[in-house]
């Protein structure tokens, strides 16, 4: 049986991967500061714990056994390195909370942290074993989430002809400081892998959604919402900017199968894993009116708004992996508002 750590198990992505593995036969261990919010997590072993402390760091990247008991004192026989980690945990949000500034230095030191924590325990960890292991047993195989927020802000300046192809990176430009930190942790996981001979998986996330994904409070994606406003409005909906601002939106299970494919591959990246079904805001209002039958007017308000173009190029993921995302912004967007839906009925019932 393989064996997976998943780091942000509580978060959106992270909680449906640990389905994902388990749904593989994967043992697996997940750890976030809090518990998925909408449904139970199906990991065999679920801790709360603050990554930025690196003595949990140093603790949870050890598997224990099958006996899934984190807290015992574990027997030396039990040291042994999870088959796969998947560094998912992250300080982020929307366009609310990462493009007002107002949350730079937090976003920054809290991401940093966890990823220079996960990588150094790792690397010491595996030192630590070193001898003690099989012959030819693999070493850790680690895969980090990055996103497109790290492309450059002067190649996206056109919102009907943006270029996030991977190897337009450079030079650096990101348009926020949650990009300049996924550039960094980039680049550091790629140094630990050259340096320490530690394998790693590096893909750029472009803005996933789904079903039991933050839809309120302001850390919600835009596709959350969008479907959110129009489930509450009743004439008129509010939108950020003039709406001509262009993104793509890939469905979580989407995201997924990218992630499994590039771990089971043998290329490190970096690689977009996004749609290519590039929209304006206005034409994702226009979706969610249309699945809602409703129709309103759009009001068009001052709001932090990011890069005025933006979609994944997945040029590269078709040839190294012989796949790229395909399913239909519509389609997605469909169930993730049904699913809004039922959590806005939900909560006014519980007021």
Same mark, same amino acid.
């Given at each position: 049986m393989k064996t997976a750590l998943v780091l942000g198990a509580g978060g959106f992505i992270g909680n449906h991967l640990v389905s994902r593995l388990k749904k593989e036969g994967y043992w697996v261990r997940g750890v976030d500061l809090k518990e998925p919010e909408y449904n139970k997590t199906e990991a065999d072993e679920f801790v709360c714990h603050d990554l930025r402390d690196y003595k949990i760091c140093e603790r949870v990247v050890r598997f224990d056994g099958h006996q899934g008991n984190f807290y015992a004192s574990v027997p030396d026989q039990y040291r042994l390195p999870f088959d796969e980690i998947y560094q998912l945990a992250a300080d982020m949000g929307g366009a609310g909370f990462i493009f007002t500034g107002e949350n730079d230095a937090d976003i920054m030191h809290n991401s940093a942290t966890i990823n220079l924590n996960i990588l150094d325990a790792v690397h010491?960890?595996?030192?630590?074993?070193?001898?003690?292991?099989?012959?030819?047993?693999?070493?850790?195989?680690?895969?980090?989430?990055?996103?497109?927020?790290?492309?450059?802000?002067?190649?996206?300046?056109?919102?009907?002809?943006?270029?996030?192809?991977?190897?337009?990176?450079?030079?650096?430009?990101?348009?926020?400081?949650?990009?300049?930190?996924?550039?960094?942790?980039?680049?550091?996981?790629?140094?630990?892998?050259?340096?320490?001979?530690?394998?790693?998986?590096?893909?750029?996330?472009?803005?996933?959604?789904?079903?039991?994904?933050?839809?309120?409070?302001? !850390?919600?994606?835009?596709?959350?919402?969008? &479907?959110?406003?129009? *489930?509450?409005?009743?004439? #008129?909906? %509010?939108?950020? +900017? /003039?709406?001509?601002?262009? !993104?793509?939106?890939?469905?979580?299970?989407? &995201?997924?199968?990218? *992630?499994?494919?590039?771990? #089971?591959? %043998?290329?490190? +990246? /970096?690689?977009?894993?996004?749609?290519?079904?590039?929209?304006?805001?206005?034409?994702?209002?226009?979706?969610?009116?249309?699945?809602?039958?409703?129709?309103?007017?759009?009001?068009?308000?001052?709001?932090?708004?990011?890069?005025?173009g933006r979609n994944s190029d997945n040029n590269l993921i078709q040839e190294k992996l012989g796949w790229s995302p395909s399913y239909p912004l519509k389609d997605g967007l469909a169930t993730t508002y049904a699913w809004i839906e039922e959590q806005v009925k939900l909560q006014s019932a519980s007021v």
């Open positions: 010491k960890f595996n030192l630590d074993v070193e001898g003690e292991l099989p012959s030819g047993h693999p070493k850790t195989k680690i895969f980090y989430s990055s996103s497109a927020c790290m492309y450059p802000e002067h190649n996206q300046v056109d919102p009907d002809n943006p270029n996030c192809a991977e190897d337009s990176a450079y030079p650096a430009n990101p348009d926020s400081e949650y990009g300049w930190e996924k550039l960094f942790s980039e680049r550091l996981y790629l140094a630990y892998n050259r340096n320490h001979n530690i394998p790693v998986r590096v893909a750029r996330f472009h803005n996933i959604f789904g079903p039991l994904g933050t839809w309120d409070g302001g !850390r919600e994606k835009a596709p959350a919402a969008m &479907c959110r406003k129009v *489930i509450k409005a009743d004439n #008129e909906i %509010e939108i950020w +900017g /003039p709406g001509t601002q262009t !993104r793509s939106f890939l469905y979580v299970d989407e &995201c997924i199968e990218g *992630i499994r494919r590039l771990m #089971e591959s %043998e290329w490190t +990246g /970096p690689v977009n894993i996004g749609s290519d079904e590039m929209v304006t805001i206005n034409q994702l209002v226009d979706y969610a009116c249309e699945i809602g039958d409703k129709q309103l007017t759009k009001m068009h308000i001052t709001g932090p708004l990011g890069v005025a």
